[in-house]
């Protein structure tokens, strides 16, 4: 416990309410912090708060730093892990009666999961909705060292004009990675006149009705929606920027369906509709959908240079987390990507927190900087995009900074034999799940997680 001698309560803003700045609300209030959180949409989800609004008036290719809709959902996503896995570490993701009950549930019971999360630990009254942050940044009254910074907030209320300042002693950035679309840069592509929009604004496939499309990436979004426009458009080409990491499972789908084909990467887009790959191969396209990724962008944030987004890498960021010359006054909760989100936030969550009380201590600057120098060069010579984590190694050495155990054994199995089988069984994945035969699953309902809470009725 923190003696009250050192104890430090702030106030502290948190920017996004989704799954990482929920958790960080959550762990704020826990800890005696004074938080809100401001959030741009109605309501609490972030990337899981389908929005099929304003579609049409988005820009196809997200090229606009304050996109209308943030969310990237697609009408018919379910989750690509079982829901056993996914939940925080004290409030299971359990099936609840009336609700979606599968192993990979809906996008819809993902949010209705955050909302159970939120109205048990009373979060919705930290929240102030309808509301776009358009700046942060440090008050220069302060110097630049992080234990002392104070921060300028200002936001913006939905349909006012009136911008409202206000300072806090901390600012914590949680607005999610899957919103700012990134394009392949291909020759022809400003040029080209038929269609091309990102999947960040994909839907339904009904407007492709009868199309030839090209789906450029085979990544779980690319693999989706191809399959999810078969039975719907003329014919769906999947352009792979490596056909050696094409899986066995998207190889059955594709000799399963005629309309379904594979080819290279894109070389150039004729202004006539024409698509010539890199293989010399050529057909006639009426739309290109680019399931390309996201890239970092934080319009609102202005540090004086001391965290820029660079080729897909926010830094410098100690743990993904904490810049070494403003945290912890400036921290980033939900940066890393391929992890068991939901788990790995809350442990960000609770180090954010307890360092501002003054429970913990972040190493000195030298240090930090010395570790995110190895981490990035190693991350580079490896040719791993930096904040990829894919490793439950790492995600426990990271919950040892709070005193949280290791992920359960039962988490990384589970999770493991899920992907293994969306590997081989990419149609099927989902409901091909034999509970009473996984022994790892029924070891994990038999746990003490999924007794210790019931919010099943």
């Not at 992890?339 to 809350?346: T, V």
């Not at 035969?437 to 099943?456: C, D, G, H, K, R």
Request: hydrophobic share 35%; aromatic share 10%.
């Amino acid at each position: 416990m923190v003696s009250e001698k050192n104890y430090q309560s702030k106030n502290v803003c948190v920017i996004g309410a989704g799954p990482a700045g929920i958790v960080v609300a959550r762990e704020l209030k826990k800890e005696g912090h004074k938080a809100i959180v401001i959030e741009q949409n109605h309501d609490i989800g972030g990337q899981w708060l389908y929005d099929d609004k304003n579609i049409e008036g988005e820009h196809p290719l997200g090229r606009n730093p304050f996109l209308k809709v943030h969310s990237s959902v697609y009408s018919s996503l379910r989750v690509a892990s079982p829901r056993e896995v996914m939940g925080f570490t004290d409030f299971p993701f359990s099936p609840k009666k009336g609700r979606d009950m599968r192993r990979f549930p809906s996008h819809v019971e993902v949010l209705m999961y955050l909302k159970d999360f939120c109205e048990y630990f009373g979060l919705r009254d930290m929240i102030r909705f309808n509301t776009r942050v358009e700046y942060v940044g440090m008050l220069d009254d302060y110097g630049v060292c992080g234990n002392d910074l104070k921060w300028i907030v200002r936001s913006k209320e939905k349909n006012s004009e009136k911008v409202v300042e206000e300072v806090f002693d901390a600012v914590v950035v949680a607005t999610g990675h899957y919103s700012q679309p990134k394009l392949p840069s291909i020759k022809g592509m400003d040029t080209w006149k038929r269609k091309q929009i990102h999947s960040h604004i994909y839907r339904t496939p009904e407007p492709f009705h009868n199309e030839v499309v090209v789906v450029v990436g085979n990544s779980f979004s690319g693999q989706d929606i191809a399959m999810e426009l078969v039975g719907v458009a003329k014919e769906i080409h999947i352009s792979s920027r490596s056909l050696n990491t094409v899986y066995e499972g998207l190889s059955k789908v594709i000799a399963k369906h005629d309309t379904l084909h594979l080819h290279p990467q894109i070389d150039t887009l004729e202004e006539d509709g024409r698509v010539i790959f890199l293989d010399g191969s050529c057909i006639k396209v009426d739309t290109i959908v680019y399931c390309t990724g996201y890239s970092y962008s934080f319009p609102f944030l202005d540090t004086k240079g001391m965290v820029v987004v660079e080729n897909d890498k926010v830094g410098p960021l100690y743990e993904h987390t904490f810049p070494p010359s403003l945290a912890p006054s400036l921290t980033f909760a939900g940066i890393p990507k391929k992890i068991l989100g939901f788990p790995f936030f809350e442990s960000q969550a609770m180090w954010i927190a307890q360092l501002l009380s003054g429970k913990k201590a972040l190493p000195s600057w030298e240090e930090m900087m010395k570790s995110i120098k190895e981490f990035y060069q190693s991350r580079e010579e490896a040719g791993i995009p930096t904040h990829d984590i894919g490793d439950f190694e790492y995600c426990d050495k990271y919950s040892e900074n709070v005193g949280l155990p290791p992920l359960q054994e039962w988490r990384k199995s589970l999770c493991i034999s899920s992907l293994i089988n969306s590997f081989t069984n990419l149609e099927t994945y989902r409901e091909s799940w034999n509970d009473e035969e996984n022994e790892m699953l029924q070891e994990a309902l038999q746990s003490p997680y999924f007794t210790q809470l019931e919010i099943q009725d």
